[in-house]
Nanobody, 121 residues
C-alpha cells in the first residue's frame, strides 16, 4: 500500500501565502502523477494542480499565476506553493498520487487525509 501524508495547511489572511507538502511512503514501485485537489463545504471537489513524473505541471484556471506545484521524485514528495490567496481558496486540500506498489496490481489512485486551508478576508 501507499500512504500519503499532507502538512502545511492553516489560517491566513487574503493576499498571504501557504505551502502544502505531501510525502508518499510505503512499498512503492513507481509514481506517475502527483497532485492536489480541494473541496470547499457544500461544493464538489476540484482539481487544483497536478504534475507528472517528468515535472510538467497542469493548473486549474482559478489558480494559474498564483500557485506553483513541484515534486521531488527521489523523496516521493509534492509541494504546492500558494501565493496571493483569496477567501475562495478556502477548502480542504487533498494530496493525490497515481502509483504502483508491491502489494497491488497495476496503477492505483491514493489519497491523503486532507489538510484545511482557511483564507480570511
Amino acid at each position: 500500500q501507499v500512504q500519503l501524508v499532507e502538512s502545511g495547511g492553516g489560517l491566513v489572511q487574503a493576499g498571504g501565502s501557504l505551502r502544502l507538502s505531501c510525502v508518499a511512503s510505503g512499498r512503492i514501485l513507481s509514481i506517475n502523477t502527483m497532485g492536489w485537489h480541494r473541496q470547499a463545504p457544500g461544493k464538489q471537489g476540484d482539481l487544483v494542480a497536478v504534475i507528472n513524473s517528468a515535472g510538467i505541471p497542469t493548473y486549474a484556471d482559478s489558480v494559474k499565476g498564483r500557485f506553483t506545484i513541484s515534486r521531488d521524485n527521489a523523496k516521493n514528495t509534492v509541494v504546492l506553493q500558494m501565493n496571493s490567496l483569496k477567501p475562495e481558496d478556502t477548502a480542504v486540500y487533498y494530496c493525490n498520487a497515481e502509483a504502483q506498489s508491491v502489494s497491488s496490481y497495476g496503477w492505483n489512485d491514493y489519497w491523503g487525509q486532507g489538510t484545511q486551508v482557511t483564507v480570511s478576508s
